[in-house]
T-cell receptor, first 112, second 112 residues
Framework: GQSLEQPSEVTAVEGAIVQINCTYQ??????LSWYQQHDGGAPTFLSYNALDGLEETGRFSSFLSRSDSYGYLLLQELQMKDSASYFCAVRGPSGGSYIPTFGRGTSLIVHP | DVKVTQSSRYLVKRTGEKVFLECVQDMDHENMFWYRQDPGLGLRLIYFSYDVKMKEKGDIPEGYSVSREKKERFSLILESASTNQTSMYLC???????????FGQGTRLTVV
């Protein structure tokens, strides 16, 4: 099976940098994804790491270390609109498909 | 634009009723998923399907069944609704071996 651990809540101020960590245990691993979900909204895809290292997409970056079963999402120049829940998800095989298994989510609260 | 549509945003049903939650995607995706989301528990996989008429149990299938008669439509069925099935239900789809899951807006089901 698969399990993921991430902090339940993180707070930061506007303009700051925040890092949301994710550790995972999995029997099969193809990659680590990050999703953002605003209150009342659907989760939306942010990033994906299949290989070790840092992937950058604008203000957001995601890092993966497969040897440590660890990844993080880095948000820079925080804005109020970044207040949301962030989920890491492990992509693993099951039968003929690739199944995302999600962590419990981290609530990011950005203060002015 | 990519779209996953769930038939209802809000539903209120009585204990013991048979409940159908419908999900339609217009992206010709092979894989479709049903998750339930509860505070502090993240997204938990109920069932998934990687092809028409194919279905696989996820982590919490008890009390649920699914149907996939056409590629674009994946239905979640609560055979006899119970109060502990009160939750947010999210449908998602992924193309082939793709990395990005596309989610519907969710159905908030209340069983009274």
């Amino acid at each position: 099976g698969q399990s993921l651990e991430q902090p339940s809540e993180v707070t930061a101020v506007e303009g700051a940098i925040v890092q949301i960590n994710c550790t995972y245990q999995t029997s099969g691993f193809y990659g680590l994804s990050w999703y953002q979900q605003h209150d009342g909204g659907a989760p939306t895809f942010l990033s994906y790491n299949a290989l070790d290292g840092l992937e950058e997409t604008g203000r957001f970056s995601s890092f993966l270390s497969r040897s440590d079963s660890y990844g993080y999402l880095l948000l820079q120049e925080l804005q109020m609109k970044d207040s949301a829940s962030y989920f890491c998800a492990v992509r693993g095989p099951s039968g003929g498909s690739y199944i995302p298994t999600f962590g419990r989510g981290t609530s990011l609260i950005v203060h002015p | 634009d990519v779209k996953v549509t769930q038939s209802s945003r809000y539903l209120v049903k009585r204990t013991g009723e048979k409940v159908f939650l419908e999900c339609v995607q217009d992206m010709d995706h092979e894989n479709m998923f049903w998750y339930r989301q509860d505070p502090g528990l993240g997204l938990r996989l109920i069932y998934f399907s990687y092809d028409v008429k194919m279905k696989e149990k996820g982590d919490i299938p008890e009390g649920y069944s699914v149907s996939r008669e056409k590629k674009e439509r994946f239905s979640l069925i609560l055979e006899s609704a119970s109060t502990n099935q009160t939750s947010m239900y999210l449908c998602a789809s992924i193309k082939g071996s793709g990395r990005e899951a596309f989610f519907g807006q969710g159905t908030r089901l209340t069983v009274v």
